[in-house]
């Protein structure tokens, strides 16, 4: 038996097995940022069914009650072990992540207030793609948001991609100038450089402490190489 609760505290690691749950957008904000320094931009902005697509208002209540979201990503900007930057993670329960244009249009404006507040972005990608509900204007959100990507990256600012999960893939955020790292973090090639750095008997803490330093310290040299 195991208790959410136990669940919660382990961060949704089985301490038994070690086997990974799925965790939610909030979730993986609260692990990452400062505590109470995450402000969220854009909450307000929430899909409409411009091409009255069969279904899609209902798709939308259901996926809305289903993750407790009202879109399929969370933006804003926080502080990692005292420094300042934007932050993104999709909700895979708001229709898998998928993006349409508010989903796009969230994450260029936080690429724009990233590039003029020069800062640095770190982006949880757990999506299925496009959304078919919106048709073009869903295709049309994938040369919005790598432009912004890429006005970014020009501006010497890096991108840091979290690849949360094998099952989906962002296709419509540029690799231009980014840091890719895969999810689960223990699956990565860097913990092991990073393990003499920090010890600790419970070992889903013990990777969560290695993968916020290992942020710090790319953050850190963001502003130093500057």
């Known amino acids: 038996i195991l208790f959410s609760s136990e669940l919660y505290q382990n961060n949704s690691t089985c301490p ?45 209540k259901k996926a809305k009650m289903l993750s407790r979201e009202t879109e399929a990503v969370i933006c804003g900007e926080c502080t990692i072990q005292g420094y300042r930057c934007c932050l993104f993670a999709m909700e895979g329960d708001f229709m898998m992540g998928s993006m349409g244009s508010v989903v796009g249009e969230k994450i260029t404006r936080l690429f724009e207030f990233a590039l003029a507040h020069n800062l640095p972005v770190i982006g949880y990608t757990v999506s299925g793609g496009a959304r078919m509900q919106e048709g073009i204007l869903s295709l049309m959100q994938m040369a919005k948001t790598s432009g912004a990507v890429l006005r970014h990256s020009q501006a010497l600012t890096k991108f840091v991609r979290l690849l949360a999960t094998d099952r989906y893939f962002v296709q419509f955020i540029s690799l231009m100038r980014s840091i890719t790292l895969k999810m689960p973090f223990r699956h990565l090639k860097t913990v092991s450089l990073l393990n003499s750095l920090t010890q600790s008997e419970n070992p889903v803490i013990h990777r969560l402490s290695i993968f916020r330093m290992y942020i710090q310290q790319e953050i850190f040299n963001i502003r130093t190489s500057r």
């Open 16 to 60: 038994k097995c070690g086997h990974l749950f799925r965790m939610n957008a909030r979730r993986r904000i609260e692990l990452i940022a400062d505590e109470g320094s995450f402000a969220e931009h854009d909450s307000g902005l929430q899909s409409v069914n411009r091409l009255e697509f069969p279904d899609y208002e209902q798709k939308l």
